[in-house]
């Protein structure tokens, strides 16, 4: 089974600052999907960003990108210019591309905005 | 659209009682999924459906049964509550196999 591994429980961020928040996966498959969820106090799980590991491009969302390193097993999340809305925890998840949409999470990086 | 709703959003049971929590979807979705998340942890998958019929174990199932009579419902069902099984627990759906996962907003359930 494939692993998820955060490493960082805790980050602190200035509002207006950026943030970035480390993931690392263990596949033995060449084709597979990564995202971001976010999950705020309310336990609500909402989708921030995927990436497909078949794309060499970065993925974007409005203030929100990912370093994929795809050698290195990377998939790193930056949140740019922070928001206290964005403190919430944060979960890397893997999925196979033949897995049935089975997600792998990780146990997850708190975020704490700093007004 | 009510998307994902599960029931209820909290319990508390008794060790060795038995309940069902309720999944139910208004997406026509074919994928369902039970996750568990634990304090501290991510989520982790306990099982998953294909289609009405059609039921799979995922990461950790015991102690976990489940059915899919119909598209739109996937009960969890606890036979015998442990302590081991507080938990939150998620449901999602999908409409395709590629597609994003949409979640419910979960069930706290505590075993004491």
């Known amino acids: 089974a494939q692993t998820v591994t955060q490493s960082q429980p805790e980050m602190s961020v200035q509002e207006a600052e950026t943030v970035t928040l480390s993931c690392t996966y263990d596949?033995?498959?060449?084709?597979?999907?990564l995202f971001w969820y976010k999950q705020p106090p309310s336990r609500q799980m909402i989708l921030v960003i995927r990436q497909e590991a078949y794309k060499q491009q970065n993925a974007t969302e409005n203030r929100f990108s990912v370093n994929f390193q795809k050698a290195a097993k990377s998939f790193s999340l930056k949140i740019s210019d922070s928001q206290l809305g964005d403190a919430a925890m944060y979960f890397c998840a893997y999925r196979s591309d033949y897995g049935n949409n089975r997600l792998a999470f990780g146990k997850g990086n708190q975020v704490v905005v700093i007004p | 659209n009510a998307g994902v709703t599960q029931t209820p959003k909290f319990r508390i049971l008794k060790i060795g009682q038995s309940m069902t929590l309720q999944c139910t979807q208004d997406?026509?979705?074919?994928?369902m999924y039970w996750y568990r998340q634990d304090p501290g942890m991510g989520l982790k998958l306990i099982y998953y459906?294909?289609?009405?019929?059609?039921?799979d174990k995922g990461e950790v199932p015991n102690g976990y049964n489940v059915s899919r009579s119909t598209t739109e419902d996937f009960p969890l069902r606890l036979e015998l509550a442990a302590p081991s099984q507080t938990s939150v627990y998620f449901c999602a759906s999908t409409e395709f196999e590629d597609s994003p996962l949409h979640f419910g907003n979960g069930t706290r359930l505590t075993v004491t």
């Open positions: 997406m026509n979705h074919n994928y």
């Open positions: 459906s294909v289609g009405a019929g059609i039921t």
């Open positions: 596949t033995s498959e060449s084709d597979y999907y």
